[in-house]
């Protein structure tokens, strides 16, 4: 199976603070990897490091075949990152964002509207300033921009928080199904029962280092893995 994020002794510092102090994992094509930990562990720092965001200190960050450690910029068309940040603009509308990020990745414009409408954003919502949106309105619509970029490597931060429980299975369905076309997903939950659910593999981090991996079931092709 392709490897699409290779991790090999990476350090990534926030500020003086090794976040993550030795990584080593794999992710291979289709795959959707549950990470946890306490707080503090680096489990979003490792999301922000794939998704090109987080310098790296040292070691080998390989990420759908691109050199991070190299060009940290290269991947993020490809990357879709749902963190606690929503990436929205806040003096746009929810359809002008939708739009921006159709546009930006290629896509077409009724994207961005079919992907507000899976995540269940009502029509009167489309016009209404981002700005002026309650939390979990939000939470939707910036799950809703992510999908519409189509990407490869999906990095989702809590993407249950603040939802309800029709918004959950949504979710968990838009997660298995962009499984079944080829993406990959690192997914990052304290919902432990729920995500474990849609993972394949639990990995546990613990003070920036990677623990065992546990494989809970396995994309057509791969093998059982348990090092990562």
């Given at each position: 199976m392709?490897?699409?994020?290779?991790?090999?002794?990476?350090v990534?510092?926030?500020?003086r603070?090794p976040?993550?102090?030795g990584?080593d994992?794999d992710v291979?094509?289709?795959e959707?990897v549950?990470l946890s930990?306490?707080?503090?562990?680096g489990?979003s720092?490792?999301?922000?490091m794939?998704a090109g965001l987080v310098?790296?200190?040292?070691?080998?960050v390989?990420?759908l075949?691109?050199?991070?450690?190299?060009n940290r910029?290269?991947?993020r068309r490809?990357?879709?990152?749902l963190g606690?940040q929503t990436?929205l603009?806040?003096d746009?509308s929810v359809?002008?964002?939708?739009?921006?990020?159709?546009?930006?990745?290629?896509?077409?414009?009724?994207?961005?509207?079919?992907?507000?409408?899976r995540?269940?954003v009502a029509?009167?919502l489309?016009?209404v300033g981002v700005?002026?949106?309650?939390?979990?309105?939000?939470?939707?619509?910036?799950?809703?921009?992510?999908?519409c970029?189509?990407p490869e490597l999906?990095?989702?931060d809590e993407p249950?928080a603040g939802?309800?429980?029709?918004g959950?299975d949504?979710v968990?369905d838009l997660?298995?199904?962009?499984?079944?076309r080829?993406?990959?997903?690192?997914v990052?939950?304290h919902?432990?029962?729920?995500?474990?659910?849609?993972a394949?593999?639990?990995?546990t981090?613990?003070?920036?280092v990677?623990q065992a991996?546990?494989?809970t079931?396995?994309p057509?092709?791969?093998?059982?893995?348990d090092?990562?």
């Amino acid at each position: 199976m392709q490897k699409i994020v290779e991790l090999r002794s990476a350090v990534a510092l926030v500020g003086r603070f090794p976040a993550l102090a030795g990584v080593d994992l794999d992710v291979h094509a289709g795959e959707v990897v549950l990470l946890s930990g306490h707080n503090g562990a680096g489990k979003s720092t490792l999301l922000r490091m794939c998704a090109g965001l987080v310098p790296i200190a040292s070691g080998s960050v390989i990420v759908l075949g691109e050199d991070l450690r190299r060009n940290r910029s290269a991947v993020r068309r490809r990357v879709g990152l749902l963190g606690h940040q929503t990436f929205l603009y806040e003096d746009l509308s929810v359809i002008e964002n939708l739009d921006f990020w159709s546009r930006a990745t290629g896509g077409e414009k009724d994207d961005g509207r079919a992907a507000l409408d899976r995540l269940g954003v009502a029509p009167r919502l489309h016009e209404v300033g981002v700005r002026s949106l309650s939390a979990g309105q939000r939470r939707r619509v910036s799950f809703a921009a992510m999908i519409c970029r189509r990407p490869e490597l999906w990095l989702l931060d809590e993407p249950h928080a603040g939802l309800d429980s029709a918004g959950r299975d949504t979710v968990d369905d838009l997660v298995n199904e962009a499984a079944e076309r080829g993406a990959t997903v690192l997914v990052v939950s304290h919902e432990l029962d729920r995500a474990e659910r849609i993972a394949t593999r639990h990995v546990t981090i613990d003070a920036g280092v990677v623990q065992a991996g546990v494989a809970t079931c396995q994309p057509d092709g791969a093998g059982p893995t348990d090092d990562s």
